[in-house]
């Protein structure tokens, strides 16, 4: 700033005030952009708005809504000292953000077919609302039938543990927003022994004992691709050669993106637009990818939810 200054004096012009503010840093990312120009041309990243980067670009692919970046940036002030933060503290306010204004929608990512003999003709339409804490804020129609989708996860042939609430033989598990609990009749295996299909009967909730738990669902749904993410690097500080004694490169997790070509979503979602966003029920936050066709929707993970971790 010395020499700056000593040019303006000897020219004679006006010298402009300047302010230094200490730069931020980032757990388990990187912020500079020779070493992200670096990880783009080592095909690690695709491009300067992948949304595992931290660059502005990268936020608004990934779901990130301003105003969560716009509260971030108050909640850290403004410092001359470089800083170190965890993501966990943008993702704070990502999820208060969401959780007020992404609408609700229930998709399978790894779909298990059930078939439910049911006392009532399907299909069906039901009214679900798209923030059932506030039911005013509006609703949407689902089909319900008497083949539903649900994720492989909620179900086990065989109980794993006293801690898992939901389908399993012999235990009955309630379907989000349909009204009814479904009972396990029948599990059809294929040749390599691997469930394609569970058979189950459904009684009205009324009339049945109150179940553990309630699973979401999907029936005449469209496929989508879902695009999951995690930690860029390993480490915390992937720039630290302490931590990382073989350069950053080398710290990448080669986990970070997880692709699933072929999740199940209602097909409610079928007119979205770029960048909308919503939570799929029990599962997270999601927006919609610029990579996006009508014939085939692309979501990425924006975040998860509080509850993901151990979900039962």
């Known amino acids: ?39 783009i041309s080592e095909g690690i990243l695709r491009d300067w708005d992948d949304p595992r980067l931290f660059t502005l670009t990268a936020l608004r692919r990934r779901g990130v809504p301003p105003e969560a970046i716009q509260k971030f940036c108050v909640e850290l002030g403004v410092t001359g000292a470089q800083s170190l933060v965890d993501p966990l503290m943008l993702e704070a306010h990502v999820r208060d953000i969401l959780n007020n204004t992404a609408k609700r929608t229930m998709a399978v990512l790894e779909p298990l077919k059930i078939r439910i003999s049911l006392p009532c003709e399907t299909p069906v339409l039901i009214d679900v609302p798209d923030f059932p804490a506030d039911p005013s804020k509006g609703h949407h ?3 319900f039938s008497d083949i539903i989708y649900i994720d492989q996860s909620d179900f086990k042939e065989i109980l794993p543990n006293n801690q898992y609430k939901r389908l399993t033989v012999g235990q009955p598990v309630g379907l989000r927003h ?15 022994n691997t469930i394609i299909e569970v058979r189950t009967i459904g009684t009205p909730v009324a009339v049945s004992k109150r179940p553990k738990a309630f699973i979401h669902w999907v029936a005449e749904p469209i496929t989508c691709e879902v695009r999951l993410y995690e930690k860029l690097f390993n480490h915390k500080n992937p720039e630290d050669p302490k931590e990382v004694p073989g350069g950053f490169i080398t710290d ?25 966003k919503f939570q799929f029920e029990r599962v997270g936050f999601f927006s919609v990818d610029p990579d996006s066709t009508p014939e085939n929707l692309v979501f990425n993970q924006t975040i998860t939810l509080k509850e993901d971790a151990g979900k039962e």
């Not at 692709?259 to 979503?265: E, F, G, K, T």
């Open 1 to 39: 700033r010395s020499s700056y200054y000593w040019l303006c004096n000897a020219l004679d012009i006006y010298c402009p005030v300047q302010w230094e503010y200490g730069r931020l840093n980032m757990n388990y990312t990187v912020i500079s952009k020779r070493k992200i120009l670096k990880l």
């Open 141 to 143: 129609k689902v089909v």
């Open 178 to 192: 349909a009204g009814y609990v479904i009972s396990v009749t029948e599990v059809i295996k294929d040749e390599s």
């Open 252 to 276: 990448c997790n080669p986990n970070s993106l997880r692709i699933i070509q072929n999740a199940m979503i209602d097909k409610s979602m079928k007119d979205v637009k770029v960048y909308d």
